[in-house]
């Protein structure tokens, strides 16, 4: 089972920030938080990972709060072709584990 | 740098038949994981493979499905005598090796959707 709660809608208005909530309240000190995101059927696409620190790449930022029981994915100016499933994953580092998906946020951003 | 490649895009068996998906990793990646998409639901695990090895397979159905990621060339998803269920996209994910205690990203391919018909 995922170890991730997220909401399963969200809408946000085009230029505007979206920001994506996800809690893992059961999240190991060794387990790093993920954030995949799946266009239509295309296959999941990597965004942004992190441990304990927030994360900021080309594609988002990630803020973890201090006892890493939540986070949040960032999109600062959402387009219309951020509409997509995103997946709030936690994994541990090593070992090559299998990525539990579970049901994800469908973000519509709208005109 | 090619992203992670799979073959055929489509596929359509014949319930009975045989289906092979083929999955080729990024450049440099020696680590293959595949994932099936059932119509409306999420991703889930199948199996993960090393050059020659089968690390996890806890995610495979017992029977008709096999999974093999060789020494030379693509890692093969095998479906033998495929029924109306199978129907799904596949997608194939890899990773390159990972350092102890360290981060890795999955990359994705396009994924395979087979129907059987």
């Known amino acids: 089972d995922a170890k991730t709660t997220q909401p399963t809608s969200m809408d946000c208005a085009e230029g505007r920030a979206a920001n994506l909530p996800c809690n893992h309240s059961?999240?190991?000190?060794?387990?790093?938080v993920y954030w995949y995101r799946q266009i239509h059927s295309q296959g999941p696409q990597y965004i942004i990972h992190?441990?304990?620190n927030n994360e900021t790449n080309e594609m988002a930022s990630l803020i973890i709060t201090e006892d890493r029981k939540s986070s949040t994915l960032i999109l600062p100016h959402a387009t219309l072709r951020d509409t997509a499933v995103y997946y709030c994953?936690?994994?541990?580092?090593?070992?090559?584990?299998?990525?539990?998906f579970g049901a994800g946020t469908r973000l519509f951003v709208k005109a | 740098n090619a992203g992670v490649m799979q073959n055929p895009r489509h596929l359509v068996r014949r319930r009975g038949q045989e289906a092979r998906l083929r999955c080729s990793p990024m450049?440099?990646?020696?680590?293959v994981y595949w994932y099936r998409q059932l119509p409306e639901e999420g991703l889930k695990f199948m199996v993960y493979?090393?050059?020659?090895?089968?690390?996890?397979e806890s995610g495979m159905p017992k029977e008709r499905f096999s999974a093999e990621f060789p020494k030379e060339g693509p890692s093969i998803l095998r479906i033998q005598q495929v029924v109306r269920g199978d129907s799904a996209a596949y997608f194939c994910a890899s990773s390159t090796k990972q350092l102890a205690g360290g981060p890795y990203e999955q990359y994705f391919g396009p994924g395979t959707r087979l129907t059987v018909t």
């Open positions: 493979l090393q050059k020659e090895n089968i690390i996890d």
């Open positions: 059961t999240i190991s000190g060794n387990e790093y």
């Open positions: 450049k440099g990646h020696s680590h």
């Open positions: 992190g441990l304990k």
């Open positions: 994953i936690v994994r541990v580092g090593t070992g090559g584990f299998k990525t539990i």
